[in-house]
């Protein structure tokens, strides 16, 4: 495995302060933010002097129903190669759901959402993990995730659902010790019997980050200092094995250089203390060298997991399980962002808050990439967002979101105010770009909605 040392979060926002920072040995991008063949000059500076970037895509949901998408494999492909990275990271997760499997809209959830720990769940996993390891030109790791709602009729831990992972398909993995404290607080899960039932040997790295509590929720916001029980989980894995590599995570209100450096000093502290507790309590014990040496996962779940697999290769097909999950999925995501019934087992109350959750995140989001929005609405953007939020499930990315969300507005003859409503007009017909072409339903439709919003 690389030896990666201390790295932290590539943002546009930190750009010129992570080049600033002494001892910086790696940095990762968000994937999905990158365009290959015009990087940003930061990058490209720390690649230059020997800074490894590594790419960490949000958006290919592996852990949904669905195969993964060739566009998405390609582009990540990409990435990797015009950075020279020599590993890949992403989620196990799922962020979108319905479409053909389940002969229902298409919807976006714009969140990483967990996936059930269930047989059906890890079968389609590792279907979708090995075709995305042919596709990509370097490994593959995956990060387990941060989650609000726990899904009923588990029949893993998140430890044996890992170990089964990686037995599996042999994949690397991404252990982010902040996603195993918000899964403590938020769903009871004991993070040192997670890190005891663990394959160590298969991290590739590992995140820390911060967030807050709220109500008795703890949100994983990447906007907060790292709190210390996230550094005391971070001893215990340190405990059992020297990660490769550790980068802090920061992702929102961005602190000063100072405080990140004191941040990274903090984590760096932290494995050298636990390096320290490691060989002090070494000392004195003898070693037999022809034994074997501990892989460090003592989970329960083993290779004969009942699936769909035999051997290296992949048997049966997964349709069936994927059918089972695709409606399992298509039910929770709707009733979160579509306002349907809740799927019978969840907590209503906690799926509640991942809704409002869910909201706020698209509106943050769809702030950002159509920054002009808040500057044309004012303080009339937020509440006029999460109202047609309600409503009106994403069914694309987040620009698409915010054109969508401006036509609704100017159909409805809103704002009131009428050079609001004209400045609106003319941001949105700037950017929803030409007529499609002419004689498909979606093109018709298209040049009507232009007709309409330009008599207003």
Avoid at 304 to 309: C, I, L, R, W
């Amino acid at each position: 495995m690389e030896r990666l040392g201390t790295g932290i979060g590539w943002r546009p926002e930190i750009a010129d302060a992570v080049e600033r920072i002494p001892g910086i040995d790696w940095v990762e991008a968000v994937a999905e933010n990158l365009c290959p063949g015009h990087l940003p000059e930061s990058l490209l500076r720390l690649r230059e002097r020997g800074v490894t970037v590594i790419p960490h895509g949000v958006s290919l949901g592996l852990g949904g129903a669905d195969r993964p998408d060739d566009a998405r494999l390609k582009a990540l492909a990409e990435r990797a190669e015009a950075l020279a990275s020599p590993l890949i990271t992403e989620h196990i997760a799922f962020v979108r759901a319905g479409g053909p499997l389940t002969a229902s809209a298409h919807l976006e959830a714009g969140h990483l959402l967990p996936v059930p720990r269930t047989r059906d769940a890890l079968d389609v996993l590792c279907e979708n993990i090995r075709i995305a390891q042919d596709a990509l030109p370097v490994p593959l790791a995956v990060e387990n995730i941060a989650a609000l709602i726990s899904w009923p009729g588990e029949e893993m831990t998140e430890g044996q659902f890992l170990y089964d992972l990686v037995d599996r398909t042999g994949v690397r993995l991404l252990i982010d010790v902040a996603n195993l404290h918000t899964n403590h607080v938020n769903r009871g899960e004991d993070p040192v019997k997670a890190l005891d039932e663990l394959p160590v040997e298969a991290i590739a790295y590992v995140h820390v980050a911060g967030g807050f509590e709220r109500d008795g929720v703890w949100h994983d916001s990447h906007a907060h200092p790292v709190p210390q029980p996230v550094l005391d989980i971070l001893s215990e894995l340190a405990s059992r094995v020297t990660p490769p590599g550790v980068l802090l995570e920061r992702d929102e209100n961005f602190p000063e250089p100072g405080e990140l450096e004191r941040e990274l000093g903090a984590i760096r502290g932290t494995l050298e203390k636990a390096r320290t507790a490691v060989e002090k309590e070494a000392e004195g014990k003898t070693v037999d060298p022809s034994l074997p040496r501990p892989s460090g996962a003592t989970g329960t779940a083993t290779a004969t997991t009942a699936g769909t697999e035999t051997g290296p290769g992949i048997g049966p097909g997964t349709d069936p399980a994927r059918q089972r999950l695709a409606l399992a999925q298509t039910a929770l995501l709707s009733a979160l962002v579509a306002a349907t019934p809740v799927p019978e087992g969840f907590d209503r109350v906690r799926l509640g808050v991942q809704a409002r959750a869910l909201a706020a995140k698209r509106a943050d989001v769809v702030a950002k990439v159509a920054e002009e929005l808040p500057e044309i609405l004012g303080a009339a953007y937020r509440p006029a967002f999460l109202a047609y939020a309600q409503g009106h499930p994403m069914t694309g990315g987040y620009r698409r979101d915010a054109l969508d969300f401006a036509e609704h507005l100017l159909l409805a003859s809103r704002p009131e105010d009428a050079e609001t409503r004209r400045l609106l007009r003319d941001w949105w017909l700037e950017r929803s770009g030409p007529a499609p072409l002419s004689g498909r339903p979606a093109a018709r439709f298209a040049r009507a909605t232009r007709r309409v919003l330009l008599r207003r």
